[in-house]
């Protein structure tokens, strides 16, 4: 957990991503990440729903996440700064 409030922290919308069109980034319902400070998060973006397992670091937050794409199990890791 980051020492000082980390400016990341809290809900994120999703606007747009490099691969797939708004379209399919909003389908189900607003694309939207969200960092908290425990640690933990959520995001949501076309079928695609995962949790987060953040590390806060001076730069930014890795991320790993787990969750489903279209119902299958699915994961990877990530960052944001």
């Known amino acids: 957990m980051p ?3 980390n400016p990341l922290l809290g ?13 399919f980034v909003d ?10 400070a425990k ?6 973006f076309g079928a695609v729903r995962g949790d987060l397992d953040c590390r806060y670091g001076p730069d930014g937050v890795r991320f790993t996440w787990e969750g489903n794409d279209e119902m299958d199990p699915a994961f990877g890791a990530g960052s944001a700064t």
Do not use: C, H, Q
């Open 3 to 5: 020492s000082r409030k």
């Open 11 to 23: 809900r994120w919308r999703i606007t747009e991503m490099e691969l797939w069109n708004t379209d």
């Open 27 to 36: 389908m189900l319902e607003p694309a939207y990440i969200t960092f908290e």
């Open 39 to 44: 640690g933990g998060g959520e995001f949501v």
